[in-house]
Protein backbone atom coordinates (compact mmCIF):
# COMPACT_ATOMS: atom_id res chain seq x y z
CA UNK A 1 0.00 0.00 0.00
CA UNK A 2 2.70 2.50 0.70
CA UNK A 3 4.49 1.90 -2.55
CA UNK A 4 0.95 2.54 -4.22
CA UNK A 5 0.50 5.79 -2.44
CA UNK A 6 3.64 6.95 -3.45
CA UNK A 7 2.92 5.77 -6.87
CA UNK A 8 -0.17 7.98 -7.18
CA UNK A 9 1.47 10.91 -5.21
CA UNK A 10 4.27 10.93 -8.22
CA UNK A 11 1.88 10.53 -10.87
CA UNK A 12 -0.82 13.43 -9.26
CA UNK A 13 2.50 15.75 -9.29
CA UNK A 14 3.38 14.97 -12.81
CA UNK A 15 -0.30 15.69 -14.41
CA UNK A 16 0.02 18.85 -12.13
CA UNK A 17 3.21 20.22 -13.36
CA UNK A 18 2.16 18.76 -16.89
CA UNK A 19 -1.38 20.86 -16.69
CA UNK A 20 0.25 24.05 -15.35
CA UNK A 21 3.16 23.74 -18.30
CA UNK A 22 0.31 23.93 -20.70
CA UNK A 23 -1.17 26.82 -18.70
CA UNK A 24 1.98 28.93 -18.82
CA UNK A 25 2.66 27.74 -22.26
CA UNK A 26 -0.80 29.94 -23.44
CA UNK A 27 0.67 32.92 -21.16
CA UNK A 28 2.84 33.35 -24.50
CA UNK A 29 1.48 35.48 -26.59
CA UNK A 30 2.69 34.05 -29.70
CA UNK A 31 1.04 30.59 -28.00
CA UNK A 32 -2.33 32.31 -26.63
CA UNK A 33 -4.79 30.83 -28.92
CA UNK A 34 -3.42 27.31 -29.03
CA UNK A 35 -5.68 24.51 -28.38
CA UNK A 36 -5.46 22.17 -25.40
CA UNK A 37 -3.81 19.56 -28.35
CA UNK A 38 -1.25 21.74 -29.45
CA UNK A 39 -0.64 23.54 -26.39
CA UNK A 40 0.02 20.17 -24.50
CA UNK A 41 2.54 18.96 -27.55
CA UNK A 42 4.59 21.97 -27.17
CA UNK A 43 4.34 22.25 -23.71
CA UNK A 44 5.68 18.70 -23.31
CA UNK A 45 9.46 19.69 -25.28
CA UNK A 46 9.63 22.97 -23.17
CA UNK A 47 11.90 23.22 -19.85
CA UNK A 48 11.02 26.28 -17.92
CA UNK A 49 14.10 27.84 -15.54
CA UNK A 50 15.04 30.90 -13.88
CA UNK A 51 17.94 32.86 -14.17
CA UNK A 52 19.80 35.22 -11.80
CA UNK A 53 20.84 38.75 -13.24
CA UNK A 54 23.48 39.65 -15.26
CA UNK A 55 23.29 35.41 -16.07
CA UNK A 56 24.80 35.16 -19.52
CA UNK A 57 21.86 33.66 -21.42
CA UNK A 58 23.33 33.55 -24.91
CA UNK A 59 27.11 33.83 -25.71
CA UNK A 60 28.36 35.17 -28.92
CA UNK A 61 28.91 32.32 -31.72
CA UNK A 62 27.32 29.76 -29.48
CA UNK A 63 26.00 26.75 -31.71
CA UNK A 64 23.14 25.91 -29.63
CA UNK A 65 19.83 26.43 -31.53
CA UNK A 66 17.04 26.94 -28.69
CA UNK A 67 14.25 29.14 -29.10
CA UNK A 68 13.96 31.08 -25.60
CA UNK A 69 10.77 32.43 -24.32
CA UNK A 70 10.72 35.40 -21.72
CA UNK A 71 8.29 34.55 -19.12
CA UNK A 72 8.63 37.59 -16.48
CA UNK A 73 11.71 39.62 -16.07
CA UNK A 74 13.92 41.30 -18.47
CA UNK A 75 17.06 40.32 -20.74
CA UNK A 76 19.40 42.56 -23.23
CA UNK A 77 20.64 41.88 -26.75
CA UNK A 78 23.83 43.32 -27.35
CA UNK A 79 26.53 43.56 -29.89
CA UNK A 80 30.22 43.01 -27.91
CA UNK A 81 33.08 44.20 -30.15
CA UNK A 82 36.58 41.94 -29.68
CA UNK A 83 38.01 46.03 -28.22
CA UNK A 84 35.07 45.63 -25.26
CA UNK A 85 32.73 48.08 -27.01
CA UNK A 86 28.89 47.04 -27.02
CA UNK A 87 26.39 48.51 -28.59
CA UNK A 88 22.85 47.44 -26.94
CA UNK A 89 20.28 45.72 -30.11
CA UNK A 90 17.18 45.90 -27.40
CA UNK A 91 15.68 45.12 -24.10
CA UNK A 92 12.82 42.23 -23.95
CA UNK A 93 10.16 42.12 -21.48
CA UNK A 94 7.81 39.06 -20.80
CA UNK A 95 6.29 37.46 -23.30
CA UNK A 96 8.81 38.54 -26.25
CA UNK A 97 11.61 35.70 -27.43
CA UNK A 98 14.71 35.13 -28.73
CA UNK A 99 16.89 32.92 -30.80
CA UNK A 100 14.73 32.04 -33.55
CA UNK A 101 17.48 33.01 -36.42
CA UNK A 102 20.05 29.96 -34.85
CA UNK A 103 16.33 27.84 -34.86
CA UNK A 104 15.90 29.26 -38.39
CA UNK A 105 18.80 29.23 -40.37
CA UNK A 106 21.33 26.78 -38.18
CA UNK A 107 23.84 29.60 -38.02
CA UNK A 108 25.60 30.30 -34.76
CA UNK A 109 24.07 32.96 -32.54
CA UNK A 110 24.79 36.35 -33.50
CA UNK A 111 24.73 38.56 -30.43
CA UNK A 112 24.85 38.20 -26.56
CA UNK A 113 21.93 37.57 -24.22
CA UNK A 114 21.97 38.95 -20.55
CA UNK A 115 19.27 39.16 -17.63
CA UNK A 116 18.67 42.71 -16.31
CA UNK A 117 17.13 40.84 -13.48
CA UNK A 118 15.92 37.87 -12.42
CA UNK A 119 14.29 36.07 -15.30
CA UNK A 120 12.66 33.12 -16.27
CA UNK A 121 12.40 31.45 -19.15
CA UNK A 122 10.99 28.95 -21.30
CA UNK A 123 13.33 27.30 -23.50
CA UNK A 124 11.70 25.37 -26.84
CA UNK A 125 13.86 23.36 -28.75
CA UNK A 126 14.70 24.23 -32.52
CA UNK A 127 13.17 21.58 -34.08
CA UNK A 128 10.01 22.05 -31.91
CA UNK A 129 9.80 25.87 -32.67
CA UNK A 130 10.31 24.80 -36.85
CA UNK A 131 7.08 22.44 -36.46
CA UNK A 132 5.22 24.57 -34.66
CA UNK A 133 5.77 27.72 -37.51
CA UNK A 134 4.94 25.42 -40.06
CA UNK A 135 2.01 23.47 -39.46
CA UNK A 136 0.27 26.11 -36.86
CA UNK A 137 -0.72 28.76 -39.22
CA UNK A 138 -1.27 31.28 -36.32
CA UNK A 139 2.63 30.90 -34.97
CA UNK A 140 3.81 30.88 -38.22
CA UNK A 141 2.16 34.22 -39.69
CA UNK A 142 2.73 36.02 -35.97
CA UNK A 143 6.85 35.10 -36.44
CA UNK A 144 6.75 35.79 -39.70
CA UNK A 145 5.21 39.46 -38.76
CA UNK A 146 8.09 40.20 -35.57
CA UNK A 147 10.79 39.13 -38.36
CA UNK A 148 9.04 41.87 -40.56
CA UNK A 149 9.01 44.61 -37.92
CA UNK A 150 12.42 43.44 -36.62
CA UNK A 151 13.73 44.30 -40.70
CA UNK A 152 11.94 47.35 -40.56
CA UNK A 153 13.08 48.53 -37.21
CA UNK A 154 17.27 47.66 -38.96
CA UNK A 155 16.24 49.55 -41.60
CA UNK A 156 15.18 52.35 -39.50
CA UNK A 157 18.48 52.13 -37.28
CA UNK A 158 21.21 51.91 -40.65
CA UNK A 159 19.64 54.89 -41.95
CA UNK A 160 20.33 56.71 -38.65
CA UNK A 161 23.33 55.83 -38.14
CA UNK A 162 24.19 57.06 -42.16
CA UNK A 163 22.18 60.55 -42.09
CA UNK A 164 22.38 61.77 -38.19
CA UNK A 165 24.53 63.03 -36.25
CA UNK A 166 25.22 61.43 -32.97
CA UNK A 167 23.08 64.07 -30.94
CA UNK A 168 19.85 63.26 -33.33
CA UNK A 169 20.74 59.90 -32.78
CA UNK A 170 19.96 60.02 -29.32
CA UNK A 171 16.90 62.50 -29.81
CA UNK A 172 15.63 59.39 -31.82
CA UNK A 173 16.52 56.84 -29.14
CA UNK A 174 15.10 58.86 -26.14
CA UNK A 175 11.63 58.78 -28.31
CA UNK A 176 11.66 55.46 -28.75
CA UNK A 177 12.24 53.94 -24.62
CA UNK A 178 9.54 57.02 -23.77
CA UNK A 179 6.23 56.54 -22.94
CA UNK A 180 3.35 58.76 -22.34
CA UNK A 181 3.87 60.85 -18.96
CA UNK A 182 0.88 60.36 -16.56
CA UNK A 183 -0.89 63.20 -16.16
CA UNK A 184 0.77 65.48 -18.89
CA UNK A 185 -0.49 63.67 -22.00
CA UNK A 186 1.88 66.75 -24.27
CA UNK A 187 5.24 64.81 -22.18
CA UNK A 188 6.66 61.57 -22.10
CA UNK A 189 9.45 60.24 -20.05
CA UNK A 190 11.73 57.29 -19.64
CA UNK A 191 11.53 55.02 -16.46
CA UNK A 192 13.78 54.53 -14.74
CA UNK A 193 16.37 57.13 -15.89
CA UNK A 194 19.06 55.70 -18.32
CA UNK A 195 22.27 55.42 -17.56
CA UNK A 196 24.38 57.58 -20.13
CA UNK A 197 26.66 54.73 -20.47
CA UNK A 198 23.81 52.38 -21.56
CA UNK A 199 22.41 55.24 -24.11
CA UNK A 200 25.68 55.55 -25.80
CA UNK A 201 25.71 52.29 -26.04
CA UNK A 202 22.58 52.01 -27.57
CA UNK A 203 23.25 55.46 -30.55
CA UNK A 204 27.13 54.04 -30.75
CA UNK A 205 28.84 56.71 -29.69
CA UNK A 206 31.15 58.14 -26.68
CA UNK A 207 29.44 58.60 -22.98
CA UNK A 208 30.89 61.94 -22.72
CA UNK A 209 28.61 63.18 -26.26
CA UNK A 210 25.82 61.68 -24.48
CA UNK A 211 26.88 63.91 -21.55
CA UNK A 212 27.22 66.67 -23.71
CA UNK A 213 23.61 66.70 -25.47
CA UNK A 214 21.77 65.69 -22.75
CA UNK A 215 22.99 68.82 -20.79
CA UNK A 216 22.20 71.25 -23.48
CA UNK A 217 18.86 69.77 -23.84
CA UNK A 218 18.23 70.30 -20.40
CA UNK A 219 19.63 74.00 -20.54
CA UNK A 220 16.87 74.31 -23.58
CA UNK A 221 14.15 73.05 -21.54
CA UNK A 222 13.64 70.38 -23.93
CA UNK A 223 14.09 67.46 -21.26
CA UNK A 224 14.05 67.58 -17.45
CA UNK A 225 16.07 65.11 -15.37
CA UNK A 226 13.57 63.89 -11.93
CA UNK A 227 13.46 61.24 -9.83
CA UNK A 228 11.43 59.14 -11.74
CA UNK A 229 13.06 59.25 -14.83
CA UNK A 230 13.95 61.52 -17.68
CA UNK A 231 10.73 63.66 -18.78
CA UNK A 232 10.63 64.82 -22.63
CA UNK A 233 9.73 68.31 -21.70
CA UNK A 234 8.95 68.67 -25.34
CA UNK A 235 9.14 65.90 -27.98
CA UNK A 236 7.90 68.25 -30.96
CA UNK A 237 11.10 69.85 -30.43
CA UNK A 238 13.25 66.68 -30.81
CA UNK A 239 11.78 65.47 -33.62
CA UNK A 240 11.77 68.96 -35.19
CA UNK A 241 15.79 67.99 -34.50
CA UNK A 242 15.83 64.86 -35.63
CA UNK A 243 14.06 66.44 -38.66
CA UNK A 244 16.85 68.91 -39.34
CA UNK A 245 18.90 66.16 -41.07
CA UNK A 246 16.13 65.67 -44.05
CA UNK A 247 16.41 69.41 -45.06
CA UNK A 248 20.36 69.35 -45.65
Known amino acids: MPADANGIRVEKTFIAA ?4 VDEIREIPLFAALGDGDARRLSVHCVWRSV ?26 LLRTASGREVI ?17 GLPRSANVTALEKTRICVMPDQVFRDACTTIPS ?16 NQRLGEYAFL ?17 IGNEKQRIVSPPPLQRELADRISTQREVVTRELASLARKNVVEKTRGGLVLVEPDRLNAIIDEAQSK
Request: hydrophobic content about 40%.
Open 89 to 105: LDDMQGGRYFGEMAAID
Open 52 to 77: AENELIIDYEDETAEVLFVVDGRVRI
Open 139 to 154: VGLSVMKMLADRVRTL
Open 18 to 21: HHRH
Open 165 to 181: TAKQRLCAELLRLSRPR
